[in-house]
């Protein structure tokens, strides 16, 4: 069904109408890029995601919304900490290359990785790593709310920010609105 019709049907729509117009909204919404990347039995892993929030301030913790079905999902959950990168403009290429094959260590050839204090990879040059350990997983439909309590993070002290953006399928920037 396409997004006119989608606009103009009257009335409740089906299931599957419903999962269209919703990820055609979704897509609306503008959100920051990270790239999720942990160690588990001496692997690095990592994936691209758009869906990372603060949780609390007291005490600070984050939560990431994965697919159960990504191939870093696993290894996020057994090895119980992630380091989340935000990214800049500039890695563009590497939130690209995080989410498609291949896989596992294979991924962190692309970016300057080094192992942080909290013995996970973090990005050199993002605007900030935040290292957290697991602290709760809630599923729900084809995905999972990992809860992070924040426990290491690193912040890089460049001006200006330019952060990375993802919007309709499409990565871009961010500029402030003036008066």
Same mark, same amino acid.
């Given at each position: 069904?396409? *997004?006119? *019709?989608?606009?103009?049907?009257?009335?409740?729509?089906?299931? *599957?109408?419903?999962?269209?117009?919703?990820?055609? =909204?979704? #897509? @609306?919404?503008?959100?920051?890029? =990270?790239?999720?990347?942990?160690?588990?039995?001496?692997? #690095?892993?990592?994936?691209?995601?758009?869906?990372?929030?603060? !949780?609390?301030? /007291?005490?600070?913790? !984050?939560?990431?919304?994965?697919?159960?079905?990504?191939?870093?999902?696993?290894?996020?959950?057994?090895?119980?900490?992630?380091?989340?990168?935000?990214?800049?403009?500039?890695?563009?290429?590497? =939130?690209?290359?995080?989410? #498609?094959? %291949?896989?596992?260590?294979? #991924?962190?050839?692309?970016?300057?990785? @080094?192992?942080?204090? =909290?013995?996970? %990879?973090?990005?050199?040059?993002?605007?900030?790593?935040?290292?957290?350990?697991?602290?709760? !997983?809630?599923?729900?439909?084809?995905?999972?709310?990992?809860?992070?309590?924040? *426990?290491?993070? /690193?912040? /890089? $002290?460049?001006?200006?920010?330019? $952060?990375?953006?993802?919007?309709?399928?499409?990565?871009?920037?961010?500029?402030?609105?003036?008066?």
């Amino acid at each position: 069904m396409s *997004e006119a *019709e989608l606009q103009t049907r009257p009335g409740a729509l089906r299931a *599957e109408d419903l999962q269209t117009a919703f990820r055609q =909204a979704m #897509r @609306r919404l503008a959100g920051g890029v =990270a790239l999720v990347s942990t160690v588990h039995d001496g692997v #690095r892993h990592g994936m691209t995601v758009t869906a990372v929030t603060s !949780l609390t301030m /007291e005490p600070p913790a !984050l939560v990431v919304s994965v697919n159960r079905h990504a191939s870093a999902f696993d290894a996020l959950v057994m090895s119980g900490q992630f380091c989340v990168n935000l990214l800049t403009q500039q890695h563009a290429d590497l =939130a690209i290359a995080f989410s #498609r094959k %291949p896989d596992g260590d294979a #991924r962190f050839t692309n970016g300057a990785w @080094r192992m942080n204090d =909290a013995g996970l %990879p973090a990005l050199d040059g993002s605007v900030a790593s935040i290292s957290c350990r697991l602290h709760d !997983l809630v599923e729900y439909g084809t995905h999972a709310i990992l809860i992070g309590a924040v *426990e290491h993070l /690193e912040i /890089e $002290p460049q001006q200006p920010m330019a $952060p990375l953006i993802y919007l309709s399928g499409q990565f871009g920037g961010f500029w402030p609105l003036t008066a």
